[in-house]
């Protein structure tokens, strides 16, 4: 077991996320991070799936209650074992009653806590994925993020051998990121001045983003004057509502909704947007849906990913 | 056939692993049907290659897994299945099959703040609302927002208001509400711009219990008004609105 001292800011349980039931209105959940949170479970030979803590900012502090074997990727932030101060993006080694404490994020937005074998919380509708807004997942299984004094059972059974992510594949938090946006949904309703200035301006991450959308600032941009109807939304979605100041809809978004679309970002480049502070600045490119596919298909080849699909079924009730 | 109807289907990109399928525009009945049907169709076609489905208004969105399918294939497959449901004809068949849900609603200014406004802004009495509200059977259109959010149309003409300016940031469980065309019950405490007219005592998301919902899209719901003491003792709750 692993006992929390120190929530942090907000620390919370993900899995890969809840699959299958967008049509009841219930959102994915998992982590915002995909790469990072991929990263950890790799790093300790887990499933892609195995259950984490998303750590929001820093400010955790936990005791293990018995050996095991824990990785931590994600934002850049001080990290000590006791008294051993830890480099992030590699598997460490911890006895019974080692204390891990991990420092406010220096860039990047969140962290990722993985253990060897998984936490082992009840899932939900098959996932423990804490989303607040639907009340499901997490440790106590209504959406509340953890709390000073929870414990999360752990089995650690197979010794890894020692890891570490090459510097190759870590995201520099602090550059501003370009992402590629796959041009879809209204696209070809948006007005030119607007499909232009979103890939050609800097737009600014507000300081009321979560982990339903991240709400940036720039630019305002022109929408297209032909109302919709509530369609689905996907993870990555780039929302323009009237006052044209774009939302990227993320892992807790709503399921469907009726504000004008451009397209997606590739979900490979999302991870870098969760990470972004408040006030750091972000770019976007188009991207050929082709490419982006591509992308995808080696991410999840990479990380062993694989998707619950529901057979004929899909429609869970 | 007319220019409108030959913009139909229309198939458009929704990222690296979604397609966006619309049969039609607007809020249709007819078309919400052949929705369904075509849920129901490419979900055993493909299903197995599939990771989510979400029917809409006049839209099917398509979530792939892309290690199985390609964005090319899926079309494909999309058009032959919509070329075989035109070739069937009618799917209104669809929904005469569906259920019908009946929701009580205790209807009051204590828990529907917005009734009295409504009823001067369309000149009717709050009586005339609850019947008018009441008499006809709605169909589920679209399921989402929020677990358990059925949107229901079409609402009568007569009792139609925008929403409002400033979305409320706390609407209880059980609000039932009105905007535009549409109407709702509110299944958990969130925020909310409609028109909120009374409450059901019904559940409509339970976190903890086994099933989401009881509602689908193609279903039918009714109304029907109760007086505050079936609402009590249907625990119904009159916490009032922050």
């Known amino acids: 077991m692993i006992k929390i001292l120190d929530a942090g800011m907000r620390t919370t349980v993900q899995d890969f996320g809840r699959f299958g039931y967008l049509s009841k209105g219930l959102t994915r959940g998992g982590p915002v991070d995909e790469h990072a949170f991929l990263w950890a479970n790799r790093l300790l030979g887990n499933s892609f799936n195995a259950a984490q803590l998303e750590i929001t900012l820093g400010g955790l502090e936990v005791e293990f209650q018995q050996d095991g074997c824990f990785a931590l990727t994600g934002a850049d932030a001080d990290a000590h074992l006791d008294d051993e101060s830890l480099t992030l993006w590699q598997n460490f080694d911890v006895k019974a009653g080692q204390r891990l404490k991990i420092g406010y994020a220096r860039a990047g937005l969140r962290l990722y806590l993985a253990v060897q074998g998984g936490f082992q919380v009840e899932p939900k509708w098959h996932s423990c994925a804490t989303v607040e807004r639907d009340s499901v997942g997490g440790l106590s299984g209504d959406g509340s993020p953890l709390q000073s004094g929870d414990t999360l059972r752990f089995q650690c059974d197979t010794p890894q051998p020692s890891r570490r992510v090459s510097w190759a594949y870590r995201s520099d938090y602090t550059k501003t990121p370009v992402l590629g946006l796959i041009p879809g949904y209204q696209y070809d309703d948006f007005p030119m001045s607007a499909r232009e200035a979103f890939c050609y301006e800097d737009f600014e991450v507000s300081k009321d983003s979560n982990r339903m959308g991240i709400r940036l600032a720039g630019k305002s941009l022109e929408t297209p004057e032909k109302g919709l109807v509530s369609e689905g939304i996907n993870i990555g979605s780039v929302q323009v509502p009237s006052d044209g100041q774009p939302i990227i809809m993320m892992h807790d978004r709503q399921t469907l909704g009726g504000y004008p679309k451009l397209g997606v970002i590739n979900p490979v480049d999302l991870g870098k947007l969760a990470q972004l502070q408040p006030g750091q600045k972000v770019r976007f490119s188009r991207v050929e849906a082709s490419v982006a596919q591509q992308q995808l298909r080696r991410f999840y080849q990479f990380f062993n990913v694989r998707l619950p699909c529901q057979g004929g079924d899909n429609l869970r009730s | ?242």
């Open chain 2, 1 to 242: 056939m007319s220019n409108a109807e030959s913009a139909f289907p229309k198939i458009v990109t929704a990222g690296a692993d979604a397609i966006l399928v619309y049969l039609g525009e607007g809020i249709d009945p007819e078309v919400n049907d052949r929705i369904m049907v075509l849920t129901n169709r490419v979900g055993s076609a493909l299903g197995n290659k599939l990771y989510d489905l979400v029917p809409s208004y006049n839209s099917l969105m398509i979530y792939y897994n892309v290690l199985s399918l390609s964005e090319d294939e899926l079309r494909e497959c999309v058009r032959k299945l919509i070329d075989e449901l035109q070739q069937d004809g009618d799917a209104s068949g669809a929904s005469k099959q569906s259920t019908l849900h009946t929701i009580e609603v205790y209807y009051d200014p204590s828990v529907g703040p917005d009734l009295e406004r409504a009823a001067k802004q369309t000149s009717l009495s709050i009586d005339d609302i609850i019947k008018m509200h009441t008499e006809q059977e709605y169909r589920v259109y679209a399921m989402g927002f929020a677990p358990g959010f059925a949107y229901l149309g079409e609402l009568p003409e007569k009792l139609r208001l925008p929403r409002l300016d400033n979305p409320r940031t706390k609407i209880p469980a059980g609000s039932v509400a009105i905007a535009e065309a549409q109407t709702a019950v509110y299944p958990s405490e969130s925020p909310g711009g409609w028109n909120i007219i009374g409450r059901t005592a019904e559940t409509l998301y339970d976190p903890q219990a086994d099933s989401i919902s009881p509602m689908k899209v193609g279903d039918r719901v009714q109304f029907k008004a109760v007086s505050k003491d079936e609402f009590e003792q249907a625990d119904g709750s009159l916490e009032s609105l922050s």
